[in-house]
């Protein structure tokens, strides 16, 4: 067998691909990360979702490396787009026509602006009552912090992450990731399917609040319990657990990092051995995982020198042969041509002209399902790209044609 990296497995697109939700229509106006990331699930299994932008396009366009907007790529394939000036009477008239048939909607405005554009809720169901009305904004479409901007940055502070994330000595740490948006996306899709399977079964639609808060305080659980039985604050511990000892990062020889985890007492004791300290087994620190929270600076120590003594390959294949739990902390670099990653197909390439060799790596299908496991039928679409396939057959090609050159269609 070589020993050669795998290749990363490439895949081509195929527009007559069909999934579950064929057949379900989901007219998206969100803008950003979480409805984006809503809707890529539901288009990633069929559904058809149309993204209606406004003349400089999704924000997610202008996330750019080297001019290309591999945000965009990632989080819209599957997509369809049109492009509509929302700000004209005429433009909301042609988005009313798109939901009053559609199976879902989802908008990401500030709480009241959907009102202000003559888009409802109230409105849109009077116009289609069986319609999944998903509204995603950063605190909710009541309370005291509805018109604050919603950004995720803020809800991960406020939900509590911020402030148990990092080194007790240290400034507490944001994520670098858009973590509040992409679980409100998760979430979001989950539930929104949970309204559609209702609307199905009862022929009655409904408005979901979605917030970038709720998932990730959520996450967060049992903070509040902890506190009100403490009467503690979680302290700041790196990569250490409160709960349980040995868990942490450690450095081999060679500059590699690894993960470690013994949080039960029986791998705890497979650790110790294989570093060669089975007598720290009785040690009156480390005995129990209570001890070994009391001790786990030295316990942390002791772990670590020898790990220190070892290159990455020696530290995994050393630990693996003994059954501990342990794992690499994989990069970029790493991850491009790991067998797992690419045997499982947790990430496929796909044809894109912008890329320099021809290529885009992105994420394969998440969840995978056994019966239908997700499509690949287009790439993210260009701005506007399908106003004449999506706006055509409902407005007529006289009516979009006027609408084109009032510059309510725009094309990208």
């Given amino acids: 067998m070589s020993d050669a990296p795998p290749a990363p497995r490439r895949r081509s697109f195929d527009p007559a691909a069909t999934g579950a939700l064929q057949g379900v229509r989901v007219v998206d106006l969100s803008r950003l990360v979480a409805g984006n990331m809503l809707t890529k699930v539901l288009a990633d299994h069929g559904a058809e979702v149309v993204k209606v932008e406004p003349p400089e396009g999704d924000t997610l366009r202008a996330w750019r490396i080297r001019g290309i907007s591999t945000t965009w790529k990632t989080l819209s394939r599957n997509k369809l787009s049109v ?28 709480p009241g602006v959907l009102e202000a554009m003559g888009l409802a809720p109230e409105l849109l169901l009077a116009l289609n009552p069986r ?7 950063g605190w909710g479409q009541d309370g005291p912090y509805r018109h604050k901007p919603g950004f995720g940055t803020l809800v991960e502070g406020y939900s509590g992450f911020a402030a148990v994330n990092g080194f007790a000595d240290r400034e507490p740490v944001l994520p670098p990731m858009y973590m509040a948006d992409g679980y409100a996306g998760l979430y979001g899709a989950a539930t929104a399917m949970i309204a559609l399977r209702h609307a199905e079964a ?3 639609g409904q408005v979901i609040d979605l917030t970038l808060f709720d998932p990730i305080f959520t996450m967060m659980e ?21 709960n349980a000892v040995p868990r942490n990062a450690y450095q081999t020889s060679d ?18 051995r294989s570093i060669g300290r089975a007598e720290l087994i009785t040690d009156p620190r480390f005995r129990t995982n209570a001890d070994r929270v009391q001790h786990g600076v030295e316990l942390d ?33 790493m991850l491009e041509h790991d067998r797992y990653v690419i045997e499982r197909e947790a990430v496929v390439e796909v044809p894109d ?10 994420h394969g299908m998440v969840p995978r399902l056994s019966a239908t496991p997700g499509i690949l039928a287009r790439p993210a679409p260009k701005l506007g790209e399908h106003n004449g396939s999506i706006l055509g057959p ?8 006027r609408l084109r050159e009032a510059g309510v269609v725009r094309e990208g």
């Fill in 353 to 362: 002209d912008e890329m320099p060799e021809g290529w885009l790596p992105m």
């Fill in 255 to 272: 500059g590699g990092w690894v993960c470690l985890s013994a949080s039960t007492q029986g791998m705890t004791e497979k650790l110790l």
């Fill in 394 to 401: 409902l407005l007529g090609e006289a009516e979009l044609g």
């Fill in 131 to 137: 319609l999944v009305i998903v509204r995603v904004s």
């Fill in 301 to 333: 120590a002791i772990i670590a020198e020898h790990i220190r003594g070892l290159t990455l390959a020696e530290t995994l294949a050393k630990f693996d042969a003994a059954g501990v739990t342990i794992g690499p902390i994989m990069d970029a670099q």
């Fill in 83 to 110: 492009c509509l000036t929302l700000r004209d009477p005429a433009a909301v008239e042609v988005v009313k026509r798109l939901a009053s048939d559609a199976a879902m909607l989802v908008e990401s405005f500030r």
């Fill in 202 to 204: 009862t022929g009655q």
């Fill in 222 to 242: 049992p903070q509040l319990a902890n506190w009100k039985l403490t009467g503690t604050l979680k302290p700041r511990t790196g990569s250490r657990s409160t």
